[in-house]
């Protein structure tokens, strides 16, 4: 069993580097619980993370909490500030036994991290005297997530998507170097009418991927504009859907009865949480 632990950079009184509206302790939080639930998906690992919530930690406390658990790896996740841009990986800069294979398994996990961040800049794999990396008793890295002060950087970061991918990469990055299987998924199938209710944590990719289709089928079928969607909302993944556009004057209640469905059925297919629809509006009714 491989024990991975994972350390989201922060959290509590330290909210780490902080611009554009964002704070590094809650992007490092995200992450780190992302890569967990991704790690979930594969067989013979474990993940303990070294905070839960917005709760505040010691540096020493995150090595003494990994080194007691008998971790095989330690990942500590963090944001970039300075005003750069890009991705960059750390380990432990001195001389130390084990440290070409450290370097080894790091240019994995840096080579697929870069491999889910299409355009965004490579700032390379380097080496420094950080406390995460150097009183850890097992092999350890530091990634720094894109620049919190770069407004181009920050936008990405705002995106749960990308988020997302940055979690991908850790986690496939992790699959290759420990040889991690992943576990017999059970296929998904359609409920009666050919749709699937989105889960927390699904992604269009994820929910496309399951059923053999790709993500711009998807959106089309549901009359998608942006890769955002919400736990409880309906997608269709087969057949063909029925739109309206609403008009100035229509109810939710007018559009239900012109298509024999209701209300409530409406509000489920397109993610409403309230009665508010506007003129220009396209909802899918069937």
Do not use: C
């Amino acid at each position: 069993m491989v024990k991975i632990f994972i350390d989201p950079g922060h959290g509590g009184s330290d909210p780490g580097a902080v611009g554009n509206g964002l704070k590094e302790k809650d992007l490092t939080l995200a992450i780190s619980k992302k890569i967990r639930d991704k790690l979930a998906n594969y067989e013979g690992v474990q993940v303990k993370l070294s905070r839960e919530s917005d709760t505040s930690l010691s540096l020493k406390q995150r090595t003494d909490m990994a080194n007691a658990w008998g971790a095989d790896y330690l990942i500590s996740v963090h944001i970039n500030a300075g005003g750069g841009t890009g991705f960059e990986s750390y380990t432990y800069n001195k001389s130390y036994s084990g440290k070409q294979e450290t370097n080894r398994k790091r240019s994995i996990l840096h080579a697929e991290i870069m491999r889910q961040l299409s355009g965004v800049r490579d700032r390379g794999m380097k080496e420094a005297n950080l406390h995460m990396v150097r009183e850890s008793k097992m092999e350890s890295v530091l990634t720094e997530n894109l620049f919190i002060d770069n407004v181009n950087d920050a936008t990405l970061l705002k995106q749960d998507n990308f988020l997302d991918k940055i979690a991908e990469g850790h986690a496939n990055g992790l699959a290759i170097i420990f040889g991690l299987k992943q576990k017999a998924q059970p296929q998904p199938q359609p409920q009666p009418g050919g749709t699937y209710t989105v889960q927390p944590g699904d992604t269009l990719w994820g929910i496309a991927k399951k059923y053999g289709m790709t993500v711009a089928e998807l959106k089309s079928l549901n009359g998608l504009t942006s890769d955002i969607i919400h736990p409880g909302q309906q997608l269709k993944v087969s057949g063909s859907a029925t739109y309206h556009t609403v008009v100035k004057g229509d109810t939710l209640w007018d559009i239900a009865r012109k298509y024999g469905t209701t209300v409530d059925r409406i509000k489920s297919l397109n993610g409403l949480k309230s009665d508010t629809i506007y003129p220009g509006q396209k909802l899918r009714v069937r």
